[in-house]
């Protein structure tokens, strides 16, 4: 299965400010998925990334807060924009496990830990 | 949409026993039930997995059962060990929508 370099691993950042969270794929993927994970709860999609168009965002999150970039098939940034203490959270990102096809499960990164104070 | 509910939040067991986690879902479309197991500072890691044409898949001291009629699944860890002690969460999917239950903080107790 695809493995996913993720980083920053972690951050402490100035509310106001923006942070640019990165991932890298060791092969190609046709989707890539961004999550948010607040203190102690469960996995919350933000938005879905395809190569070569625009991503798909959830109900809740919007492209100027949260604009994902996907330039080719290993690669996707998520920045998290203008941070509030709110933003607090773990991002991770994730591709389905076989790659191009979905229907088999998820890898995600290692997660990218935000503190915004 | 999909709605998952994961139970219980928190579980405690002896190092030995079993633990169990049980989920259901509300979409009878829901065609494929992964368990994620998520280590402090870790990204969720895929455990098991099941899919609807299913009733039971084992892996070891880990199982996983599927009640399509009553849309609900569970996990049994047999023999748990305290490298067992993490987060559990279970999900399921209908294509690429995954919905992920609230998770479970399992600690085995040496």
């Known amino acids: 299965s695809a493995v996913i370099s993720q980083k920053p691993s972690r951050d402490i950042c100035q509310r106001g400010t923006s942070l640019t969270i990165q991932c890298q794929v060791d092969?190609?993927?046709?989707?890539m998925f961004w999550y948010r994970q607040q203190p102690g709860q469960s996995l919350t999609l933000i938005a879905t990334a395809n190569q070569g168009s625009e991503a798909t965002y959830e109900s809740g999150f919007v492209i100027d807060k949260f604009p994902i970039s996907r330039p080719n098939l290993t690669f996707s940034t998520l920045t998290v924009s203008n941070m509030s203490p709110e933003d607090s959270s773990i991002y991770l990102c994730s591709t389905p496990r076989t790659g191009l096809t979905s229907g088999s499960g998820y890898t995600f990164g290692s997660g990218t830990r935000l503190t915004v104070v | 949409g999909e709605n998952v509910e994961q139970h219980p939040s928190t579980l405690s067991v002896q190092e030995g026993d079993s633990a169990v986690i049980k989920c259901t879902y509300s979409?009878?479309?829901?065609?494929?039930f992964p368990w994620y197991k998520q280590e402090l500072g870790k990204g969720p890691q895929l455990i098991i997995d099941?899919?609807?044409?299913?009733g039971e898949k084992k892996d070891q001291r880990i199982a996983v059962t599927l009640n399509k009629t009553a849309k609900h699944f569970s996990l049994h860890i047999t023999e748990t060990q305290p490298e067992d002690s993490a987060v559990y969460f279970c999900?399921?999917?209908?294509?690429?929508?995954?919905?992920f239950g609230t998770g479970t903080s399992l600690t085995v107790i040496p």
């Open positions: 092969s190609q993927v046709t989707m």
């Open positions: 979409d009878s479309a829901s065609n494929y």
């Open positions: 999900a399921a999917s209908m294509g690429n929508q995954f919905y």
């Open positions: 099941i899919r609807s044409n299913v």
